[in-house]
């Protein structure tokens, strides 16, 4: 069986990091599937999906190690043609990558102690985003 479903996230942009595991989490228990996988996806290219512990420490340290490793303040050819300024964050949502299975078990991801999936978006102002939740199983 499969069910898709989709989360509606509002983001402030600049490398916001939203923790959606509990809204995954309230769509698994009412999607009637016990055993299997789900695919969050997202279907924007300056936001990513990824797995991480959320807490305040490694979100600062997560937001620096994006600084040095796709920097804003360098010439980006994106920018030089549509002028919007967020060419490092397709950049950004590119390395990090647009989705993420995670498989569950008893209406339960089994998703690590500290493992949260956190949707990232690195675009350049507030955006409300859409998630793809895609469960397949029995």
Request: with cysteine; charged share 25%; hydrophobic share 35%.
């Amino acid at each position: 069986m499969i069910v898709n479903r989709s989360l509606e996230i509002k983001t402030q942009g600049n490398t916001d990091i939203i923790n959606i595991t509990p809204d995954i989490e309230r769509s698994l228990s009412t999607a009637g599937i016990r055993e299997g996988a789900v695919t969050v996806f997202s279907t924007h290219t300056t936001c990513g999906i990824t797995i991480i512990e959320y807490e305040p420490g490694l979100i600062a340290d997560f937001k620096k190690a994006w600084e040095r490793i796709v920097p804003k303040n360098i010439t980006y050819e994106h920018d030089k043609r549509w002028g919007d300024g967020n060419g490092y964050s397709h950049v950004r949502a590119s390395l990090l990558g647009f989705s993420v299975t995670i498989p569950f078990a008893d209406d339960r991801m089994t998703l690590g102690t500290w493992q949260q999936v956190v949707l990232v978006d690195f675009d350049v102002r507030p955006r409300e985003r859409r998630i793809i939740l895609q469960f397949s199983g029995e």
